[in-house]
């Protein structure tokens, strides 16, 4: 098997190994209770609160199943959440001109207002808290936690035995 172009052979994991996962898997838990509090606090449910998130920048708006591959939620989820921002004032639907089947939904200048505040926050803490590191530290950061995902998302979708 191949991880980042490199074959693997699961090695004995040594009692560091599962420290350092526990760790990493620590911090990572602590970050979205962290964003959980957050949203509670500003009267939203974390998952609508990555929606608005999305939504927020996205200028010209984005299709559902857009927002799906950037939240990471199903479809399912996404489309409650957008059928409650869209009773609540905060987002349209706008049909597509070739496909009317797939709509773009856009934020209203309500929903604008209603998620500036916590979302333009949120980016500005995640932003800071970037810069804090040096720029190596940042594209280390970067580099090693895209490679946990990888290896990750590999070994749980069951791409390599337990051993």
């Known amino acids: 098997m191949t991880i980042e172009g490199r074959w693997f052979t699961a090695k004995?994991?040594?009692?560091?190994?599962r420290r350092?996962?526990?760790?990493?898997?620590?911090?990572?838990d602590e970050q979205f209770a962290l964003y959980d509090e957050y949203?509670?606090?500003?009267?939203?449910?974390?998952?609508?609160?990555?929606?608005?998130?999305?939504?927020?920048?996205?200028?010209d708006g984005m299709t559902q199943k857009e927002i799906c591959g950037r939240t990471f939620q199903?479809?399912?989820?996404?489309?409650?959440?957008?059928?409650?921002?869209?009773?609540?004032?905060?987002?349209?639907?706008?049909?597509?001109d070739g496909d009317?089947?797939?709509?773009?939904?856009?934020?209203t200048d309500a929903g604008r207002a209603y998620a500036e505040k916590p979302v333009r926050h949120i980016t500005w803490a995640e932003d800071t808290a970037m810069?804090?590191?040096?720029a190596e530290?940042?594209?280390?950061?970067?580099?090693?936690?895209?490679?946990?995902?990888?290896?990750?998302?590999?070994?749980v979708r069951g791409k390599e035995d337990e051993g």
């Open 131 to 134: 810069s804090m590191f040096t």
């Open 20 to 28: 350092n996962a526990f760790l990493y898997c620590k911090f990572r």
């Open 74 to 96: 199903s479809k399912q989820t996404v489309n409650l959440i957008v059928k409650n921002l869209l009773a609540d004032g905060c987002v349209t639907l706008v049909e597509s």
């Open 100 to 107: 009317k089947r797939n709509k773009t939904v856009r934020m």
């Open 39 to 59: 949203a509670k606090s500003n009267g939203i449910l974390m998952k609508t609160f990555l929606v608005l998130n999305v939504l927020y920048y996205a200028k």
């Open 137 to 155: 530290e940042q594209e280390l950061l970067i580099a090693l936690s895209r490679r946990f995902t990888q290896n990750l998302t590999k070994l």
């Open 12 to 17: 004995k994991l040594t009692k560091e190994d």
